[in-house]
C-alpha cells in the first residue's frame, strides 16, 4: 500500500499493470483496507486466473467475543464490498458467489470497458482515508438529511448472492437507549476472565511491530498505557468503567445506524457489505463513523437495541456516526497481500 493513496493513486497504478493478474493484486492491495473484528483480518486468497476465492482463515479465533462467527463474516461482507467496489471504478464488472466452508466467496472479474467510473471516486478516496475512531462526537454535528438518505440506501452493487438487511437510523433518545444496551452488554461480557483474556491478546501496543490487533493509539491510549492495558484488562474487571466510556461516546452521537438480518451466513456478509457502503458513504461526505462495541451477544439487549431500531429480524451490527472531536493522522495497519495470496 502506497505512503499516500487515493483515487488517483489507484487509478494511476491500476492503469500501469498490464495484465488480469496483476490488476486484480493491485484492487486487493486496496481492498484489504476493510476493517474487521479486532482487525483480525481473518482472510486469505487464493488467486486462479482470473476468479478470486476468499478463504476463512481458521487459525485466527476469537471464540469467547465472536463465539458464532457473526463479526468475523461481516468483516467478510465489509471485504467483499471493498473489492466489488474497487472493481466498479477499474470499470471492472465482478460475479459474487458464496462458497463452502472454508471458502467464503468466490469473485469473478470481467472487464468490461475498462473506464474508470468517476462517479465512485468519492468511495474509493473514502476507503482510503476511512479509520475507526473512538472519542467524543463534537455538539451540533447534525448530518443532513439527504446524506442520510444516501447512506441508508441499498448499495447498487449489491450481490444477487447476498441475504438483503434492513438498515435503520436511530437519533435523540433512541440513541441513549442503544447506548445502555450495549453498555450492558459490555459490563456481562468483561465478567468472564476467558473473555478478558481474549480481548486482551488482541490489544497491540503503540510501537508494536504487529500488523493485526486494535493499536492503542486508535483506542486514545497514551503509549505507555497501551503496552500496560493488555495486562489490566487481564487481570482486572475493568468492565464498568469501559461501558461508562462507551456510554458516553456513542450517546454523544447525532445518530446511530443499525442492520438486521437472520442469523445465517448469508445475512451476515450482506451486513458487512451493506455496511461498508453506509459506512464509506458517510466518510464520503466528511463524517466519522465509529465502531465502538458491535458486539451484542446477549439476547435480551440484543433485542432490546433491536426494538429501539424499529426492526423485525434481529439486530446484527451498528455504529455511531458524526463529526467526531479532533483529527488524527494514524492509519491502523494491515498484513500485506503478499503475505495472504496463494496463486495457482
Ligand atoms: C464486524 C466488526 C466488528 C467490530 N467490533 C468492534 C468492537 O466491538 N469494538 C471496537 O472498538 N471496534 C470494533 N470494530 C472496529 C475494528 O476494531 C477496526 O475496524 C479495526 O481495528 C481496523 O481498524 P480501522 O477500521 O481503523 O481500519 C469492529 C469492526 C468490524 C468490521
Keep these: 500500500m502506497p505512503e499516500k493513496f487515493s483515487a488517483e493513486t489507484y487509478k494511476k497504478d491500476f492503469e500501469s499493470k498490464d495484465s488480469c493478474n496483476a490488476r486484480i493484486k493491485h484492487i486487493l492491495s486496496y481492498a484489504i483496507r476493510a476493517p474487521s473484528t479486532h482487525n483480525s483480518q481473518p482472510w486469505k486468497f ?4 482470473n476468479r478470486l476465492s476468499i478463504i476463512n482463515d481458521e487459525s485466527i479465533r476469537l471464540p469467547k ?6 463479526y468475523r463474516h461481516i468483516s467478510f461482507g465489509y471485504l467483499i464490498h471493498h473489492i466489488v467496489l474497487l472493481a466498479a471504478y477499474s470499470g471492472t464488472q465482478t460475479m459474487t458467489r458464496l462458497g463452502r466452508a472454508p ?15 468517476v462517479t465512485i471516486a468519492p468511495l474509493i478516496n473514502a476507503l482510503c482515508s476511512r479509520r475507526n475512531r473512538r472519542g467524543i462526537f463534537e455538539r451540533d454535528s447534525a448530518i ?11 448499495s447498487p452493487l449489491f450481490p444477487a448472492a447476498l441475504a438483503k438487511p434492513e438498515c435503520a437510523i436511530a437519533s435523540g433518545r433512541t440513541v441513549a437507549c442503544i447506548a445502555s444496551c450495549t453498555a450492558e452488554g459490555m459490563r456481562r461480557a468483561y465478567r468472564s476472565n476467558a473473555f478478558r483474556r481474549e480481548m486482551a491478546s488482541w490489544i497491540t501496543p503503540t510501537g508494536s511491530w504487529r500488523k493485526t490487533g486494535i493499536p492503542g493509539y486508535s483506542l486514545n491510549q497514551p503509549a505507555i498505557l497501551s503496552w500496560l492495558l493488555p495486562n489490566i484488562i487481564r487481570f482486572i474487571d475493568i468492565g464498568r468503567f469501559l461501558s461508562k466510556l462507551n456510554v458516553t461516546s456513542i450517546s454523544s452521537a447525532p445518530c ?6 437472520d442469523d445465517t451466513v448469508s445475512s451476515w456478509i450482506g451486513v458487512g457489505f451493506q455496511a461498508s ?6 466518510t464520503a461526505a466528511r463524517f466519522d463513523v465509529s465502531v465502538y462495541v ?9 433485542r432490546e437495541a433491536g426494538r429501539a431500531f424499529g426492526f423485525s429480524h434481529p439486530l446484527q451490527f ?3 456516526t458524526g463529526a467526531l472531536k479532533g483529527n488524527v493522522s494514524w492509519c491502523t495497519p494491515r498484513v500485506p497481500v503478499s503475505q495472504k495470496l496463494t496463486e495457482r
Design 144 to 154: 443532513p438529511h439527504n446524506t442520510l438518505e444516501a447512506a441508508s440506501a441499498r
Design 318 to 320: 451498528l455504529f455511531a
Design 65 to 70: 467475543s465472536d463465539a458464532l462467527g457473526r
Design 277 to 282: 457502503h453506509t459506512a464509506l458513504t458517510l
Design 46 to 49: 487464493i488467486l486462479t486466473g
Design 294 to 302: 458491535a458486539a451484542m451477544e446477549y439476547d435480551d439487549t440484543r
Design 103 to 117: 471458502v467464503i466467496a468466490e469473485i469473478e472479474f470481467h472487464t468490461q470497458h475498462g473506464v474508470f467510473d
Design 256 to 261: 446511530v445506524f443499525g442492520f438486521a438480518g
